[in-house]
C-alpha cells in the first residue's frame, strides 16, 4: 500500500481497512519525516459534534473544495436510512471517496466521503436512475475506528 503527497511515493501501512458492506473506512499511516522539507500536513482535528441535515460543509479532494450541505436520511428508501444515515447533496461536484467533509465555521473534520452517490430508480422511467445524494464516514465513526495506540 501506498499514498503520493506532492510528489513522492510513501508506503503506508494500514491501521484500519473497511468494506463497503460494513465500515467504508481505510486508515492509512505513513512516515512524515520522509516527505520533502517543503511539505508540511496540517493537523485535522475531527468535530465533536455531529452536523445536521441543513448544516453548511466543505468537500475537499485533491484538487479543490467544494460547498455543499448535509441531507436528511429521509430521502432515502426506508431500507437504507440506517445504513446511510449520514448524507451530502451535490453529487456530481463534490469530490469522491477519500474527500474530506469540514465544517466550515471550525474547519474541523466533520467526515470522509465514502461513496460517490447513492442512487434510486425513478418512479415515472424504471429504467433511469437518479443520484440522490454521497453517504459519509462520520467523525465519530473515524474517531472510534483509529487505533488506540495512534489517537492523540
Not at 516527505?35 to 468535530?47: I, K, R, S, Y
Not at 471550525?106 to 452517490?117: D, F, G, M, P, V
Request: glycine share 6%; with cysteine; net charge neutral.
Amino acid at each position: 500500500m501506498s499514498v503520493h503527497i506532492a510528489g513522492v511515493l510513501l508506503l503506508a501501512k494500514v491501521l484500519k481497512q473497511g468494506s463497503a458492506e460494513d465500515v467504508d473506512l481505510s486508515l492509512l499511516l505513513i512516515e512524515e519525516k520522509k516527505l520533502p522539507a517543503t511539505t508540511e500536513l496540517p493537523q485535522m482535528q475531527l468535530c465533536e459534534a455531529p452536523a445536521w441535515p441543513g448544516d453548511p460543509v466543505i468537500v475537499v479532494d485533491a484538487g479543490h473544495g467544494t460547498q455543499s450541505h448535509i441531507v436528511s436520511p429521509q430521502i432515502l428508501p426506508f431500507t437504507w436510512r440506517t445504513k446511510f444515515s449520514t448524507l451530502i447533496a451535490d453529487v456530481a461536484t463534490t469530490g469522491n471517496s477519500g474527500s474530506g467533509v469540514f465544517d466550515p465555521i471550525t474547519n474541523a473534520c466533520l467526515a470522509s466521503s465514502a461513496r460517490k452517490s447513492l442512487r434510486r430508480q425513478t418512479v415515472e422511467m424504471r429504467s433511469r436512475e437518479k443520484d440522490m445524494a454521497k453517504y459519509f464516514v462520520p467523525a465519530s465513526t473515524i474517531r472510534g475506528s483509529i487505533p488506540t495506540d495512534y489517537r492523540f
